[in-house]
């Protein structure tokens, strides 16, 4: 059985073919204490302890160079051609592999803009650079985020699914939840309920489980990556959950909304159910933006002026992110031109990839409404998956 | 009750003033898929997400600057005197905070020595030199490679006790371990006996499950950091362990060798004890060595001449490394003068270190004998965590 790691081993030999880079080089070291998030592509989860290098050239060709201790490990990846081994410094071997490859252009593990190209240190780039000295490969390195965007961006139909699996647990786990909470419950106690759904299932946080799920009651919950507080859900509050579930390493990343009636009330007050009805309109207006070619910034104004033009404060964040193997999985992403985004708003949307949808804004004396729906990019637009909310689910 | 993130920060402003650092910087982003191993000392498990500094100052003062969406989380530290959001950039407030500091010496997250002090990414390195463009501070910049490896190193007497909690859990699962083994029983399955136990009592891995423990049974297997294998427990075979267990955030770091009597044996052959005995004396000089203000190389050389004086090869990895919230914690090493191991064999031991002592060496014929013991390092020298192993167990 081809695994995981084969499969996109032999996706990344295209893609450096398609970006014209000769090389591709990952340096790594001591990996269990600072991760490259591209290893559990293209070496899995074993771990790199000394410096070492994952070489893969657009001829097919693919060399890891080790310590000692690991080469047993790296032959059993299945995914290099070459395993080379060293004891006290990877030093020459590395120049004389580079020589045997003799490439062009070398894409490296460093990027300004995706956070996910970025696992080089700068201390590792400085001995990279010590390395190269006297060689002409100093002067080819650049950096490898196409390569890697592409990589990670392109989910293979095994992902896609690993990926729906993962939506439609986080799904289920929210329809428990909400056959479960009550009026009186504190936010606490709806994160708890939550929790232990997920670990019934054998299942993990799709983030660090303190804030996963956010749990939003009422107009005085502190909206953002905190953990949930003592507050507890009243009649009158909107209830906002920000939540998903890992599973078979990859993730899921839904929010929904929930309304209390309040005494007498049989259907959410008109201002409530406008603020839901242009979360809705804003996501379908993005879903109908999103396809191949187009760049993440065109679908983020689509979406944004949505809210905007209904008269709510601009959310301030992007409208949405790509999902996979991370919620937040690197990569273009559909977001406004903000320095802190770098180009990744500018990047082109390319069929196979999955985006999270998230607009949000808050009801002056109700509580915040975020809405949050994963889809599939196909080859003329979008797929959710799994069923999104249209409906403003109302809780006695 | 001071947490242990408090304990650490308060610690890190005497380090500051001994090193002559105006101001710590810490930059990061996206930490859920690139983690800066310094932050569960001075930020706790909370994550940051948006581009964050964390800065302490030598004076006492010390500033978060988050993404809005984590301000709250980061008040909940209660390790910070000033916490500032932002939303598009952070660009401006970085540099206002800075001309607030008006540091003469910035150290920040990169080491080219210490993997553990080299959290921030070549790309973030790149952001931050562009933001500090036009004012008097990229000139100040300076690795905070002797701030971090004297926080991480000298560990708090609270620290000491976690250690020493996880030395028990291990040495008991040894304990357990030893009892249930037998001839016939592959490597895989002796690690799924171990596996069992640190499920059961609810503790973690010191490092990747799938080489922890590394099992090794008999001349034919891999030694390193690979996967256990089908190879089985034979008469005659010496048995070789290497194993940890994580437990309360701390690690244990242990190797422990058994003899499997052949046939009529009532004792390990000549060359099996012979290689025992000079790995045990071994780990006697290297604990007579290791005191404070010597240098790890000292202490590698006294240790490692052991083995070669008795005329086995040397071991080709260093003879000991620090212990603490990972297995691998980074700072001095107790190290040969090899490239890979950059400046660290020449770091000064001091009190409060925790390190590891493992030589080892292979009896042809038999299989791999090696130690590896835990100790602290005292005003005077070294106390053993744990029992140490000094007699070869034999088993039927």
Redesign the interface.
Known sequence: MTTLVEEKVAQSIGILNEKEIDLWLTFV??T??????VLPLIYG???L???SALMISRDGRRVAIV???????AR?TDAYTEIISY?????SCLVSTLEWFNPKKIAIN????D?????????????LISYLEGTPYGERLV?AEGVMSALRGRKTPAEVELIRSAVDETLDIYRHTFENIHPGMSEIEVSQLMHEQVKERGLGHA??P??CPAVNTGPDS??????PTELKIEPGHILHLDFGVRKDGYCADIQRVVYFLAQDETKAPDNVQRGFDTVVEAIQQAAAALRPGVSGKEVDDATRSVVTGAGYPEY??GTGHQLGR???D?GGMLGPA???YGDTPFWQVEAGQVYTIEPGLMVPGYGYIGIEENVLVTKTGVEFLGKPQTELILHL
Chains 1, 2 share one sequence.
């Open positions: 070291r001591e269990a204490a600072v991760g490259d998030p989860d074993a771990g302890t000394w410096q310590g000692r201790l690991e080469e047993e490990a059993r004891d006290e410094s990877i030093h460093t990027s300004k803009n956070v996910l190209a970025d696992g080089l240190s700068h201390g590792m780039y400085e001995i950096s983030w660090a303190s804030g502190p909206v953002g990556h905190g953990a301030k964040y991370l919620a937040h690197g903000w320095e802190r």
